[in-house]
Structure formats: C-alpha cells, structure tokens
C-alpha cells in the first residue's frame, strides 16, 4: 500500500511539473521534500518515467544540471513526452550544449499534438529552438521559424514573443533598424514585453543613443525591479548623459541587490598584486565599489570609476585588432566625461586613434592634450619644446607616409598645412 500512494503521488506531481502548469515552480522548502520522496521510490528500483522526470524537474531548479540531465535523459529512455524533451533542451541549453538542445527542441515539437499546436509547452519549444538557432549564427532558419509561427498564430502575447525572436536575429546579423522596428512593434503588442525593452535598450546603447538606452532601462526597472544588471546598463547610459548623480544611484542599487557577490568580489581584487592593466583594472573596480558602498558622495568615487575604464581601455588598446580599438575608444571617451581636463587621457585617445588611421581625430586629441598642458601648473610627461619627444611628431609622420601612400594629393596638402600651422615645431 506505501508503494501505491508512493506512485500516485509522484503521477500527481508529473501534472503540476509540466512547462506552463501553475506549481511548475517548486517552492524552495518542498524541494527537499520531493526529492526525498524521488530517492526512495529510486531505491524501490521503481520504473516509472514520471519519478525521473520528476526527479530532474527537482534537481534543475536547484540548478544540478548534469543530475537534471540525467534524469530527463532516463525519462525519455523510458516514455518519450513533449515536456520531458523541452525540460531536458532547456537544461542542456544552459550547460552550453546548444547543439544538443537544438535536437531536443525538434523533438518536442514534434510530439506536440496537432490540435494544440500552441500550448504552453509548445510555445517555450519553438522560443527556445528560435533562440538557440540565432546563437548557433543559423539566422535563415531562426527567421523562417519566427514567420512560421507569426503566420499559425493571431495571439497578440505570442505574437510579441516571437516578434522579439525575429529582432534579435536582425540585432544578430547587423540589421539594426529592422532589429530596432521589430522591437518596438513587439513592445506596441506587449507594452510590458520585458526582454524586448532590455534588448533594444541595449542596441540603443550600442548606437550611443543613450538618452533612448537610460528609457528602456528604466521601463525594464519599472517592470522587474530586481535584476542588477539592468540597475548597471542604466548607470552607463546616464553616465554617458553626464548625470553622474543619477547613475551612482543605479550602480547602488545594482550593489544592494547583490551584496554577497559585490563583498567577495572586492575582498578578492584587494588581494591581486599583478601590474598589467587588465588586474589594475579590477583592483579599481573594487575600490570603486567599496567607496560607492560606504563614502558615495567622495570625490574618490569618481577618480576610481576613471581609473577602471583607463585600465580597461589600455588592455585592451594592448590586445589591439579593429573592433577592440573601437571599445577601447569608448572606454577613453567614458573616461574623459570625469577627467575632460586630463592630459594623459588625451594622448592615450590619441594613441587609439593612429591605431585606427583616424589620424585626423587623433590629431585633435593630441592638440586638446597640449591645451591642457599649456593650462596646468603641472609639467607635462614630455617636454613641449622638443619636437623629437612629441607625440605629434610620430603622428604627423604617419599622416604623412599614409596619406602619401593613398596616392590622394587633395588630403595630404590641407592637413599638412594645418598641422604645419598649428604645431610648426613638430614637422
């Protein structure tokens, strides 16, 4: 008789644990519960494909992922189901297994009954078949899918998903304003769309358009107040909308949502004693976040948010190749909106600039640099006289050879003129 409850027991549960059901989510002190309860009917060598699905619903949600592997693996052995072929995807998917998960996406699909089509399980199937294609670069298919499932379904909520789907394969390829229009069109049929808000929160940041970037987040703050990193993205759009104030506020409550993971992230960094830029990096990220934590309206906050971007942008100045110059710029740039006076920063701009062939920027850079310099009461790291030790020398060279070298007269006589000009002795 203790077997037969035992078994209808975990039958019952199979129900509440399919993908969409209400009690899908297993409160935390009743995980224990039933996995004691999974474990004897286990140790009964009891066959039941409901007990291993079950038993890897548990171990998933307390993040086990090869225990929850293998239990939606003895589940299927036993009884091939739709859910037990998503939950299985889902969790390969999060060990990284992509390919693997694609498979098993496929195969819940396919065991999904024709008449519906468009229930829960079925859904979350083709989101995440959808999602894991784009990572995977098969964008062609990833879009035929999206269409597939826009064209079968007039549900303004699934509409919305699958709208976002297809933007983020855009956003993927390059595509920013069809990435960008089909975010907003999923947000017009979902205005509490979360992941489409965050998402085009983020192309407007990468596009610089911050002010845009800070309003997504915000909405996504609205929405979902406790997730850190959207409190941090929404720091760095306001930060580059110089509102200091504002951002530290963002990066506070980024903190205060993750206490244990900032306190040991700090109290590790505090330690390193390596001198490349990478460490010195984290080193002022630490010192940043404490002074953030206990003195924030100390000038020293500031200085050490400077630091971090300064160390970051010069590592990876030092790993060097075109899409990193570029970060780097930006890094240089972040850093300049605290320190615009800083002689040093300029140079180094500079410097990430030649490495561009933005001559031209690099130039102005330089010259901001000599302007700082001519206003400080500090020397400068090279003397100004000596047109051998200054950085303009090298690249006006460079100006020079290259322009030179692009065959184009036009270029090289006015910016000549110019640099002769301004910097006489540096020619």
């Known amino acids: 008789m203790a077997v037969q409850r035992l078994v209808r027991t975990i039958r019952k549960q199979q129900s509440l644990n399919e993908p969409g059901s209400a009690s899908s989510f297993i409160p935390h002190p009743y995980c224990h519960t039933c996995l004691s309860s999974y474990q004897r009917a286990l140790a009964l060598q009891l066959q039941l494909h409901e007990l291993h699905y079950n038993l890897g619903h548990v171990l998933h949600q307390q993040e086990n992922l090869p225990g929850a592997i293998a239990s939606y693996q003895q589940a299927i052995a036993l009884c091939p189901s739709q859910a037990a072929h998503y939950n299985l995807a889902v969790a390969l998917d999060e060990q990284g297994q992509t390919e693997a998960a694609i498979a098993h996406y496929r195969q819940s699909i396919l065991l999904q009954e024709p008449d519906n089509q468009w229930n829960q399980p079925g859904l979350s199937a083709y989101l995440g078949l959808g999602q894991a294609l784009i990572r995977q670069g098969q964008f062609e298919e990833a879009i035929q899918l999206c269409q597939q499932a826009l064209a079968l379904d007039s549900s303004h909520s699934v509409s919305a998903e699958f709208y976002c789907c297809l933007a983020q394969t855009f956003a993927a390829q390059g595509q920013i304003n069809p990435a960008i229009a089909t975010y907003q069109h999923a947000i017009s049929l979902e205005p509490d769309l979360t992941v489409a808000h965050y998402q085009l929160g983020k192309i407007w940041q ?204 036009h270029q090289y006589i006015p910016l000549m003129r110019s640099v002769t000009q301004s910097f006489p002795t540096a020619i």
């Open 206 to 409: 990468h596009q610089e358009n911050h002010a845009a970037a800070a309003a997504c987040f915000q909405r996504v703050m609205q929405l979902q107040p406790d997730q850190p990193e959207v409190y941090g993205d929404c720091g760095l759009a306001l930060l580059a909308l110089g509102k200091f104030t504002e951002a530290m506020r963002c990066w506070q409550r980024a903190i205060a949502l993750q206490p244990i993971f900032v306190k040991s992230f700090c109290q590790r960094v505090a330690s390193l004693t390596e001198s490349d830029s990478l460490t010195q990096s984290k080193i002022a990220c630490g010192q940043f976040l404490t002074a953030l934590q206990h003195q924030p309206d100390d000038p020293s906050v500031s200085v050490y948010l400077q630091r971090i971007y300064l160390h970051l942008a010069d590592a990876l100045t030092e790993y060097g190749g075109r899409e990193i110059y570029q970060q780097a710029k930006t890094y240089y740039h972040q850093a300049l909106q605290l320190q615009p006076q800083n002689l040093m920063l300029h140079l180094k701009l500079g410097d990430c600039l030649v490495k561009q062939r933005r001559l031209e920027a690099a130039i102005a850079h330089y010259r901001q640099g000599l302007g700082c310099a001519s206003e400080s009461s500090e020397p400068p790291p090279f003397p100004l006289a000596s047109p051998l030790s200054s950085p303009l020398q090298g690249t006006y060279r460079s100006t020079q050879d290259w322009v030179k070298a692009q065959g184009d007269r």
